[in-house]
């Protein structure tokens, strides 16, 4: 047994798997049933709480919370002190920067734990969010976005799009490889521009808008669509 690891009540409808070449700190928490994956590492006084899900190549640092539900994908990074809600899902090499928050469910009360009615925060992958940032619940940030510091998320984020501040405001587009994209924004739509530095290729299609093109096709399309009017991870029932 990993050390770290404290057993609950078994839950037979829930496997506990915990890879043998993760690492738990023996100051970290690890309720049962969990999954732990590959060559996943578990910081000082993290608490993971039963039916996380953490997938291969994670990093969690110290400090952090994961809640029951919490879905991560693998090479996913938990920096210290974030904070994971029930209903998280971050999918594969997702980027969490210190004392990252996601919050509650906003119909939650003190009694009774309305756990059903959680509502799903998806974090996309690629997706990096700056230290001190807050996620609402129920939103949706896209592929390869980037939220800087401090940011309060209370809407979902397309692919690929820079925002910041509170109220949330878009300050433009980041490849895939992270180098910001340089599009006029006076021109008209669709607009077609390419990376600098590593010659990938987009399409503008929208003001709140931007795919990735592969030899012409369209490639990756999550129908995120940001409006700086609407608030649209606080307005879902």
Sequence with gaps: MLAGI????????????????????????????????????????????????IGNHCLIGRNVSIASGVLLGDGVRVMNSSQLNSGVILENEVYCGPCVVFAENRHMRAQPNNISRVSPTLVRQGAQLGPNSTVASGATVGRYAFIEAGTIVDRNIPDFAIVYGNPLRLAGWRCTCGQTLKIAPSAQEPQEV???????????????????????????????QFDSSVRTAQGQD
């Design 6 to 53: 404290h057993s609950s009540t078994p839950d037979p409808y829930f496997e506990d798997r915990r890879a043998s070449t993760a690492y738990v700190h023996e100051s970290a928490y690890v309720d049962a049933p969990c999954h732990v994956g590959e060559h996943t590492a578990i910081l000082h006084f993290t608490h993971v709480m039963a039916h996380a899900i």
């Design 194 to 224: 390419q990376c600098s530095y590593c010659s990938r290729r987009y399409i503008r299609q929208s003001q709140w808008k931007i795919l990735q093109l592969t030899q012409g096709d369209t490639a990756l399309d999550s129908h995120s």
